[in-house]
Structures are given as C-alpha cells and as structure tokens.
C-alpha cells in the first residue's frame, strides 16, 4: 500500500519557476516507478512524465522536454517535478502517481498503468 501526499502548486507568472513535491508513504520496503499527469478543466488526464524506481530512466511528454525535470529521492521517499518556463497551457491540477511491477518506460506512459494517485495540486500559470 501506498499514500502519496503533492504539494507545491501555486500561481506563477508565466516564464516562472515551479517545483511540485510527492512525498511517498511505502507500506513495503520496496520502491516505486512513479509518473506525474496533469488535468485542465474540460480535457482528460495526461501524462507529463515517468521516472523508473532508481531514478535511471526518465520519460517526458513532447510538450514538456527542455522545460520539466523529474526526479526522485529514495532516502527521502519524495518524487519531484521541476518546472521551468512556464507557459499559461501548462495550467492544471497535477497528480503524481505510482506504479508496481517491472515494465517498459512507455507502459508507464498511460494512467491505467497506476494504481496508486496523491489528491492532485493546482498549478495556475499566468500569461
């Protein structure tokens, strides 16, 4: 079992800086791959990024590269995305998730992938 708690959403202007925090509580001794997805209103649930349970291998969306950074702190149990230049279509409550199991990077590319979801932290950016 697994709770993941987000936080450091916020309002920032665009071009800003943003990093977004999931601190993960285990109920195993094991680790996690994990992922972040994102909802704006209106539109349907998407992938941001993924990131393998040692840290090693990271995948982005096309929207994102260059910009966002996902990583992660297995001392700490924390998860992190690192958002620079932000632009106003990057505004929406983001999710972080974690997954079970061995897989490829693209698996964890798709929601369905996750059993395990934090309550999700707004990201508002202005233009």
């Known amino acids: 079992q697994v709770q993941l708690v987000e936080s450091g959403g916020g309002l920032v202007q665009a071009g800003g800086s943003l990093r977004l925090s999931c601190a993960a509580s285990?109920?195993?001794?094991?680790?996690?791959?994990m992922g972040w997805f994102r909802q704006a209103p209106g539109k349907e649930r998407e992938f941001v990024a993924t990131i393998s349970w040692s840290g090693d291998s990271t995948r982005y969306t096309d929207s994102v590269k260059g910009r966002f950074t996902i990583s992660r702190d297995n001392a700490k149990n924390t998860m992190y995305l690192q958002m620079n230049s932000l632009k106003p279509e990057d505004t929406a409550v983001y999710y972080c998730?974690?997954?079970?199991?061995?897989?490829?990077?693209?698996?964890?590319?798709?929601?369905?992938?996750?059993?395990?979801w934090g309550q999700g932290t707004q990201v508002t950016v202005s233009s």
């Open positions: 285990y109920r195993t001794y094991n680790y996690y791959p």
């Open positions: 998730a974690a997954g079970v199991g061995s897989s490829s990077s693209a698996y964890y590319t798709f929601k369905g992938s996750y059993p395990y």
